[in-house]
Nanobody
Framework: EVPLVESGGGLVPAGGSLRLSCAASGITFDGYFIGWFRQAPGKEREAVSCISFSAGTTYYEDSMKGRFTISSDHAKNTVYLQMNGLKPEDTAVYYC??????????????????WGQGTQVTVSS
């Protein structure tokens, strides 16, 4: 059973925008850290951003700061990743993940308990 579902991926030209969504089925995000990771072809998966769903604290990899914005909607139990100014090197499968204690290492995959199946983002040059 996969309790997280990502959506919103697609094909966009360089400079375009996409908003990814991460919704939960079976768990509520209260008390969880929700992270976004991505994996490009032939590369290791890397951290993108994270939000403490209850506190609203946000974290970003330095290369994504200013272009990506993570947010949450408590009523919808959903986390979003707004991506602006997309570049071809942002092409990857984007995954969301949920963990209860990621505050000390939000970019560490092993701290996340649940993972979605990913959504493809392709940025054309």
């Amino acid at each position: 059973e996969v309790p997280l579902v990502e959506s919103g991926g697609g094909l966009v030209p360089a400079g375009g925008s996409l908003r990814l969504s991460c919704a939960a089925s079976g768990i509520t995000f209260d008390g969880y850290f929700i992270g976004w990771f991505r994996q490009a072809p032939g590369k290791e998966r890397e951290a993108v951003s994270c939000i403490s769903f209850s506190a609203g604290t946000t974290y970003y990899e330095d290369s994504m700061k200013g272009r990506f914005t993570i947010s949450s909607d408590h009523a919808k139990n959903t986390v979003y990743l707004q991506m602006n100014g997309l570049k071809p090197e942002d092409t990857a499968v984007y995954y969301c993940a949920a963990g209860t204690d990621a505050s000390w290492g939000w970019n560490l995959e092993r701290l996340y308990d649940y993972w979605g199946q990913g959504t493809q983002v392709t940025v054309s040059s």
